[in-house]
């Protein structure tokens, strides 16, 4: 069983920064770990993922966001800098067997996070 727990999300400025944490622990994965958000109304989005020494990035984070991972592969990282409102969600993080192309794709990741609340406020 894989259990995966975020933290550190909260309420910060337009043009600030933050940066969330999930922390995996039970079984891990060789495929990709992703972040994904949602905002109120909206259908859950890829934000971005890792899949060994690759990062793939959203086009509306590139360049602002950044995703690491510690060696063991145990902490996901998800570095936010020149937040909007725009970004204001709960942010989740996946993994699984998620191979290929299919890092995008949130139906392809068994395994969730309860996810954690970001509010950027303008």
């Known amino acids: 069983q894989v259990q995966l727990v975020e933290s550190g999300g909260g309420l910060v400025q337009a043009g600030g920064s933050l940066k969330v944490s999930c922390a995996a622990s039970g079984r891990t994965f060789t495929g990709a770990m992703g972040w994904f958000r949602q905002a109120p109304g909206k259908e859950r989005e890829f934000v971005g993922a890792i899949r060994g020494s690759t990062v793939y990035y959203a086009e509306s984070v590139k360049g602002r966001f950044t995703i690491s991972r510690d060696g063991a592969k145990l902490t996901l990282y998800l570095q936010m800098n020149s937040l909007q409102p725009e970004d204001t969600a709960v942010y989740y993080c996946?993994?699984?067997?998620?191979?290929?192309?299919?890092?995008?794709?949130?139906?392809?990741?068994?395994?969730w996070g309860q996810g954690t609340q970001v509010t950027v406020s303008s």
């Open positions: 996946a993994t699984g067997a998620v191979y290929g192309e299919n890092y995008y794709q949130s139906g392809k990741y068994p395994y």
